[in-house]
């Protein structure tokens, strides 16, 4: 008996959980995936496959290979590497690329860095720790602390390429991965200009919900749920997993629809992005909760910040945020009409001029 009456305690736990914790403003549905208390068997990362796969075209103009690199944790991370073909010999500058959070390089990630490659760069797009080719485990895991350092170890990668010089190396993170990129770049010295589109600070969302609304009452709760949560994936020796991301019920908000719009149709779908084809794990949250990663974001100073964001964007408050605690020199740049995800794949609205020129600017010879 007293075993069939934890089995009824423990349903109503992970009935009343469930309840609350989707109750917390979309990031669980948009970011996070929508969240339900069962495990869930997630695909291992593959080994990496030599076909094009990526959401956009090959270009003609660059010359593209795969490679590999470690973490300062010994985690196998994978890349694709974008070199201009008509480049004349000699070091060139170089560009690391990352994110969206819950993205693969296959996606927005690799069409910056292949567009950047055409305009005259080295660039890297590579899958974060425990997601897409790159190795980690248990899968589909987010840490502010290890994600942070795959920035630095895409700058190792890059700075062990014989036509890079490593006095020219710059950084561009989108979305959730434009925080990580920040924080990487406040402690990495080697790091001369960083780009920031229309991006999200993941502790300040998971810790204070969308606009700053969760209540002290409210993330106690929630803390007290993940909490729990890491019982329940120790007892079992796994992490549980929600459903898939982003498949929509009707009624979500408009930015969660973008969302869809973009991972799950053809325009950005890849199978194995985490928000097209999979879900986090419940307790990924638990490390952003308590970690602020821009707190050092002045530090940056003197290099360079350009931030860019749409203006119908709901994410632009970040940036704005971002901006304002940042040090000289600094730029935001606003761009007239667009949403959030436009800044993903839209390449008649990405700034692609204007990230040219400011790579160009501050990692000038």
Same mark, same amino acid.
């Given at each position: 008996?007293?075993?069939?009456?934890?089995?009824?305690?423990?349903?109503?736990?992970?009935?009343?959980?469930?309840?609350?914790?989707?109750?917390?403003?979309?990031?669980?549905?948009?970011?996070?995936?929508?969240?339900?208390?069962?495990?869930?068997?997630?695909?291992?990362?593959?080994?990496?496959?030599?076909?094009?796969?990526?959401?956009?075209?090959?270009?003609?103009?660059?010359?593209?290979?795969?490679?590999?690199?470690?973490?300062?944790?010994?985690?196998?991370?994978?890349?694709?590497?974008?070199?201009?073909?008509?480049?004349?010999? @000699?070091?060139? #500058?170089?560009?690391? /690329? !990352?994110?969206?959070?819950?993205?693969?390089?296959? *996606?927005?990630?690799?069409? +910056? %860095?292949?567009?950047?490659?055409?305009?005259?760069?080295?660039?890297?797009?590579?899958?974060?720790?425990?997601?897409?080719?790159?190795?980690?485990?248990?899968?589909?895991?987010?840490?502010?602390?290890?994600?942070?350092?795959?920035?630095?170890?895409?700058?190792?990668?890059?700075?062990?390429?014989?036509?890079?010089?490593?006095?020219?190396?710059?950084?561009?993170?989108?979305?959730?991965?434009?925080?990580?990129?920040?924080?990487?770049?406040?402690?990495?010295?080697?790091?001369?200009?960083?780009?920031?589109?229309?991006?999200?600070?993941?502790?300040?969302?998971?810790?204070?919900?969308?606009?700053?609304?969760?209540?002290?009452?409210?993330?106690?709760?929630?803390?007290?749920?993940?909490?729990?949560?890491?019982?329940?994936?120790?007892?079992? @020796?796994?992490? #549980?997993?929600?459903? /898939? !991301?982003?498949?929509?019920?009707?009624?979500?908000? *408009?930015?969660?629809?973008? +969302? %869809?719009?973009?991972?799950?149709?053809?325009?950005?779908?890849?199978?194995?992005?985490?928000?097209?084809?999979?879900?986090?794990?419940?307790?990924?949250?638990?490390?952003?909760?308590?970690?602020?990663?821009?707190?050092?974001?002045?530090?940056?100073?003197?290099?360079?910040?350009?931030?860019?964001?749409?203006?119908?964007?709901?994410?632009?408050?970040?940036?704005?945020?971002?901006?304002?605690?940042?040090?000289?020199?600094?730029?935001?740049?606003?761009?007239?009409?667009?949403?959030?995800?436009?800044?993903?794949?839209?390449?008649?609205?990405?700034?692609?001029?204007?990230?040219?020129?400011?790579?160009?600017?501050?990692?000038?010879?």
């Amino acid at each position: 008996m007293k075993e069939d009456k934890n089995v009824e305690n423990s349903g109503k736990f992970a009935r009343s959980s469930r309840r609350s914790v989707l109750k917390f403003a979309g990031a669980s549905v948009a970011i996070l995936g929508a969240v339900s208390l069962f495990k869930r068997t997630e695909a291992k990362a593959s080994n990496m496959t030599d076909e094009w796969d990526k959401t956009f075209p090959k270009s003609e103009k660059v010359e593209h290979k795969k490679v590999s690199f470690k973490n300062r944790y010994g985690i196998t991370l994978a890349g694709d590497l974008y070199v201009p073909k008509d480049h004349a010999g @000699g070091k060139l #500058a170089a560009i690391a /690329v !990352s994110g969206p959070f819950g993205a693969v390089k296959e *996606q927005s990630s690799g069409l +910056y %860095a292949q567009t950047m490659a055409e305009r005259g760069f080295v660039a890297l797009a590579f899958d974060p720790s425990y997601t897409g080719e790159s190795g980690g485990e248990p899968r589909n895991n987010a840490s502010p602390d290890i994600n942070t350092e795959d920035f630095s170890a895409a700058v190792d990668c890059l700075g062990m390429q014989p036509m890079v010089d490593r006095e020219r190396i710059g950084i561009i993170g989108i979305c959730g991965y434009g925080g990580l990129a920040l924080n990487a770049v406040a402690v990495d010295k080697r790091v001369k200009a960083v780009v920031a589109s229309t991006m999200y600070d993941m502790t300040r969302l998971m810790s204070k919900g969308y606009n700053d609304s969760m209540t002290l009452e409210q993330r106690t709760q929630r803390l007290e749920q993940l909490s729990q949560q890491r019982w329940q994936d120790a007892e079992r @020796g796994s992490p #549980a997993y929600g459903p /898939v !991301s982003l498949e929509l019920k009707g009624g979500e908000p *408009q930015f969660v629809v973008d +969302y %869809a719009d973009y991972y799950k149709k053809p325009r950005g779908f890849h199978e194995r992005s985490v928000n097209s084809n999979g879900s986090w794990s419940l307790t990924s949250a638990f490390p952003f909760m308590n970690m602020p990663i821009l707190t050092y974001i002045a530090e940056i100073s003197p290099r360079p910040v350009l931030f860019i964001h749409g203006e119908k964007a709901h994410s632009r408050y970040f940036s704005e945020t971002a901006y304002a605690n940042a040090a000289e020199p600094k730029e935001l740049m606003i761009i007239p009409g667009a949403n959030h995800t436009d800044l993903y794949d839209q390449v008649d609205i990405i700034p692609f001029d204007k990230l040219q020129s400011f790579f160009e600017q501050h990692l000038a010879v």
